[in-house]
């Protein structure tokens, strides 16, 4: 990539992100914890979030789950969150999302949303998979943005020419599964893989006055919306608990 195709990826690039996002993304809409909570069963649950930032979907899922770990690799995004008054079940700390500080299977869901859009090397991404495979008893969640968006990937680009947080990568949905099934069978474990539909703002925008019955809504009606009109690609791996 050139200077002007650069990804953010320091330290430092992150930290002055999120000095100036962090308020706006905390008070924004938890669409995806909605959607994980409408589509999962997250009552009584240890939830891992990577790349967690503002926290504004894990400090939703504290409410339905036992515990919640945000960790970000900008000590600033941990600093504002852990003094953002996070409820009592919701700690944050820094990591790093290749060698994470926890036991083996410490979580039952582990997930992050926009962290592997910042890797353009697959190789990087086996091992990050890798990694939050370890950490996880159940279910792994890797959410991109959907390369089969024309749209959404135009107005991307056009995006970056000023704004860096819009260089990032998109997923063909056919492209993720195969490293999943890849990265799983490397490791030899028992384990389903399959790729989820996630999101689209027009539909979000007209179910979310519904309360839970519209985030209960948009989780079904998701699967049925061909793959133009979706945002997200989700990897879903669910290892077999032991």
């Known amino acids: 990539m050139n200077s002007s195709d650069e990804i953010l990826r320091s330290e430092d690039d992150w930290n002055n ?22 589509l999962y069963s997250l009552s009584g649950a240890t939830i891992l979030e990577i790349g967690a930032g503002s926290g504004r979907e894990s400090r939703f899922l504290a409410a339905i789950a036992k515990s919640v770990t945000c960790v970000d690799f900008a000590p600033e995004a941990v ?19 290749a060698k994470l500080p926890f036991p083996e299977r410490a979580f039952d869901v582990s997930f992050h ?4 859009v910042l890797f353009p090397e697959d190789h990087k991404l086996e091992l990050l998979l890798k990694e939050q495979l370890r950490v996880t008893n159940g279910t792994v969640l890797a959410i991109v943005q959907n390369a089969r968006n024309s749209k959404q990937v135009r107005e991307a680009r056009i995006k970056s020419t000023s704004d860096p947080l819009f260089r990032i990568r998109f997923f063909d949905p056919a492209e993720l599964k195969a490293l999943g099934s890849r990265v799983v069978d490397e490791l030899g474990i028992a384990a389903s893989v399959r790729v989820l539909k996630y999101g689209n703002p027009s539909m979000s925008k007209l179910l979310t006055p519904l309360g839970a019955v519209g985030d209960w809504i948009a989780a079904k009606v998701y699967r ?16 077999k608990r032991i």
């Not at 600093?79 to 999302?97: E, F, H, I, R, Y």
């Not at 949303?113 to 592997?116: D, I, P, Q």
């Open 17 to 38: 992100q999120w000095t100036k996002w962090f308020t706006r993304y905390s008070k924004g809409n938890p669409r995806l914890g909605k959607w994980l909570s409408s």
């Open 79 to 97: 600093n504002l969150l852990s003094n953002s008054n996070p409820p009592p079940n919701m700690k944050a700390l820094v990591a790093d999302a």
């Open 113 to 116: 949303k926009g962290v592997w």
């Open 224 to 239: 049925f919306l061909p793959w133009t009109y979706v945002e997200c690609a989700v990897l879903e791996i669910v290892q």
